[in-house]
């Protein structure tokens, strides 16, 4: 690989060679042969740190499936206790924290043994393993479409784990600081930053609350954390392996745009939940996230350079299966489960029919009968005639 800047051109320049020099150590893309495509021998030997990165993350989106049902559960106990608790002094819900932690730290730790594009998009196990959890822990019903659902989202991540991009990469602070300041980066970084004002601007000062907008401003984020993130994690685990890279200034700014971008994630998610269903704002988001973490591992990683059109072609077939699955599984599902009370009178000898009476959520009286003629209705016109 070439450096940049003539050897006799500085301090710059130097540095610049250095890092272009540790990168062609350091990056090693795979080549057309054996076993490349297919869950062969060979594809093991020349995979086993990216199949490490992988079982982490399945494996800590799984727990985070686990914490979530638990946590879930806690929730209906205290809601059935004639007096109930807050759900904070609850056993069982800390527990469901703590396995919460656990798992993201799964995730946490994988970003550093396997590319951006591979991990991300595992994020379907942990809805799948959800619904799966679900049935068995909380006794909900297993639906056709449930089925179909974690079948797609594991074809989908077959396919994703064979045909993401077979690169190994150890992530040095010399690295970080060669694709921060790469033209690449910059250039994604200021449409990434008109986008987001625009955004916030009719967030803002428009009042548009559309789940789209919301969404897209918690994938533009997550853009940058996944980038911190890995950037973060593959210094650690270098810092392990290797030299320590701690010392160096660029661990601590990564860490900082870490930190800020996932609480500014979590605000902006918060509020896309408290104005849509769960159900809807699960598949939309996952799909927004995922895509918007390809695309940081494409631009600022290169994590798709060399790659073949057949090879990105299967990868992108295989985040649609995924995005397919997770949709079919959280499709409808809150509704199933949402039960509306009514006072049923029956049949009244000689008198008229009165069937049910619905409560009336926009209203100070309990309800009103079928055909509105109620006795409130009258009352209330009565106040008004006052």
Known sequence: MAALAPG?????????????????????????????????????????????GVVLAILGNLVISISLNIQKYSHLQLAHQEHPRPFFRSVLWWGGVVLM???????????????????????????????????????????????????????????????????????????????????????????????????????????????VILL????????????????????????????????????????????????FQVKFLNQATKLYNTTTVMPVNHIFFTTSAIMAGIIFYQEFLGAAFLTVFIYLFGCFLSFLGVFLVTRNREKEHLQQSYIDFGNIPGKQMLDKIQPDSNGLSYGTLPDGSDSTKSQSGEKKEV
């Open 101 to 211: 932690v656990v798992g993201e730290t799964g995730n946490f730790a994988a970003y550093g043994f396997a590319p951006i594009t591979l991990i991300a998009p595992l994020g379907c196990m942990s809805v799948t393993g959800s619904a799966i959890i679900s049935v068995i822990f909380l006794k909900e019903n297993l639906r056709g479409s449930d089925l179909l659902g974690m079948t797609l989202a594991l074809a989908g991540t077959y396919l994703l784990v064979n045909f993401a991009p077979n690169i190994t990469q150890a992530i040095s602070a010399r690295t970080i600081q060669y694709y921060f300041v790469g033209w690449q980066f910059l250039i994604y970084m200021i449409l990434e930053i008109l986008t987001f004002c625009t955004l916030l601007y009719f967030h803002k000062r428009k009042g548009m609350k559309h789940i």
């Open 216 to 263: 897209t401003l918690v994938a533009l984020l997550a853009s940058l954390t996944v980038i911190s993130v890995k950037a973060v994690s593959g210094m650690i685990t270098f810092s392990v392996t290797d030299k320590t890279q701690l010392t160096y200034p660029i661990f601590y700014i990564m860490f900082i745009i870490m930190i800020a971008s996932c609480v």
């Open 8 to 52: 006799d051109s500085g301090g710059s320049g130097e540095a610049a060679s250095a890092a272009l020099d540790e990168l062609s150590r350091n990056f090693t893309y795979w080549a057309p042969g054996i076993g490349n495509g297919s869950l062969s021998g060979e594809w093991y030997r020349r995979n086993q740190i990216h199949l490490f």
